[in-house]
């Protein structure tokens, strides 16, 4: 069993930048994927951008250039920093640990664009 708990988020201006990360602990394979994820109010989850644990990047399309996804030096924990924030980036953001035997999710935090 994979526990993920997800922090940094909050609210911030437009233009402004934040930091969300995902810790994992429990039975943490060695091989998985992280990838974030968000839902805003009324919409469907969508996927923000994923890493391995061989550091293979995938971005959406409307992060790249703008948010960026990496393993701090902590272990089992990734970030994505976010900057040059919008109001359409106002979402739950959450994290999902995937291994070869099972996905796990966190419970999200939220993130708030606003002046």
């Known amino acids: 069993q994979v526990t993920l708990v997800e922090s940094g988020g909050g609210l911030v201006q437009p233009g402004g930048s934040l930091r969300v990360s995902c810790t994992a602990s429990?039975?943490?394979?060695?091989?998985?994927?992280t990838a974030w994820y968000r839902q805003a109010p009324g919409k469907q989850r969508e996927f923000v951008a994923s890493?391995?644990?061989?550091?293979?990047?995938t971005y959406a399309d409307f992060a790249k250039g703008r948010f960026t996804i990496s393993r701090a030096n902590v272990k089992n924990r990734v970030d994505l920093q976010m900057t040059s924030l919008k109001p359409e980036d106002t979402a739950v953001y959450s994290c999902?640990?995937?291994?070869?035997?099972?996905?796990?999710w966190g419970q999200g935090t939220q993130v708030t664009v606003s002046s």
């Open positions: 999902k640990h995937s291994e070869s035997r099972a996905q796990f």
């Open positions: 890493i391995s644990t061989g550091n293979s990047i």
């Open positions: 429990g039975s943490v394979d060695s091989v998985y994927v």
